[in-house]
């Protein structure tokens, strides 16, 4: 199965990064590409990272405390603090880049040519010019290996 790599750097624009992961999911889900789309982030500044995880382990203890609580108020509550949690994300937090692996196997080549051409034209990518890089192409070799290395 030949893979097929796109990278896309976002810069500080967090906003734009998660955009466009909205819009890889809602893909991954419509077309059924559950194992033949796959990404990953890498963000530089490892500190905020780390800080990040801390948050969302913290929301994670709270979580089993509101037990005794109505479904409803917990719910309400833990969206609100998601929205808190966004607009942290607004701030600059270092380089951002998405790494965008396709796998398709010989018969899906319709596939493959249909999301090749859709990826570069919709609207978060658009502006980033991509570019498909194919196991012939130069620096395959260091983005494949790079993807690997993400968590």
């Known amino acids: 199965m030949a ?3 796109f ?3 976002f810069g500080t624009d967090e ?9 890889l ?7 059924r590409l559950d194992k033949k789309m796959l990404y990953k982030f890498e963000r530089e500044s490892d500190a905020e990272a780390s800080s990040e995880d801390g948050a969302e382990k913290t929301e994670e203890t709270e979580k089993p405390a509101k037990k005794g609580k109505s479904s409803k108020a917990s719910k309400s509550k833990s969206g609100g603090k998601k929205k808190e ?28 040519e249909r999301l090749l051409k859709k990826i570069p034209a919709e609207e978060p990518f ?3 010019s991509p570019k498909a890089v194919k196991d012939q192409d130069a620096g395959f070799g260091e983005l494949e290996a ?3 290395s993400l968590d």
Not at 15 to 23: P, T, V
Not at 25 to 31: C, I, N, S, V, Y
Not at 85 to 112: C, I, Q, W
């Open 15 to 23: 906003e734009k990064a998660q955009l466009a992961r909205h819009k």
């Open 85 to 112: 949690g966004a607009d942290g994300l607004d701030a600059p937090t270092g380089n951002v880049t998405l790494y965008l692996r396709l796998a398709f196997s010989g018969h899906e080549k319709m596939t493959e």
């Open 126 to 128: 658009s502006e980033l």
């Open 146 to 148: 790079k993807f690997e």
């Open 7 to 9: 990278s896309f750097d």
């Open 3 to 5: 893979h097929i790599y």
């Open 25 to 31: 999911e809602m893909w991954k889900q419509a077309f």
